[in-house]
């Protein structure tokens, strides 16, 4: 019913920028709020930023002033722009969303397949 795609993870030097894309589609109501999260081998998956439909954000010390995340909602889109990327920042990067489709009311949990990011020389 619903997807979560995301595009523009990769291999990037330290110091470097990526960005992120994720699209959602399928039979959507309205989307409460979508955000990112990675993932490290051996770490637990952690929030990197999220941002409500009215545009209010949620962003982590690790990566405050360096991230940046903004939304399209008419096109059900999320973005995380990536600046002066670390080693540390290395990991799979999922897309998040709460969304109520339209044959649903309540509010569930979606999320991408995930992209690679690695940030290495």
């Known amino acids: 019913q619903v997807q979560l795609v995301e595009s523009g993870g990769g291999l990037v030097q330290p110091g470097g920028s990526l960005r992120l894309s994720c699209a959602a589609s399928?039979?959507?109501?309205?989307?409460?709020?979508m955000g990112w999260y990675r993932q490290a081998p051996g770490n637990q998956r952690e929030l990197v930023a999220v941002i409500s439909e009215r545009g209010i954000r949620n962003v982590p010390d690790s990566v405050k002033g360096r991230f940046t995340i903004s939304r399209d909602n008419a096109r059900n889109t999320v973005y995380l722009q990536m600046n002066s990327l670390k080693a540390e920042d290395t990991g799979v990067y999922y897309c998040?969303?709460?969304?109520?489709?339209?044959?649903?009311?309540?509010?569930?949990?979606?999320w991408g397949q995930g992209t690679q990011v690695t940030v290495s020389s």
């Open positions: 998040n969303a709460l969304i109520r489709t339209v044959q649903d009311a309540r509010y569930k949990d979606y």
């Open positions: 399928g039979s959507i109501f309205d989307i409460y709020t």
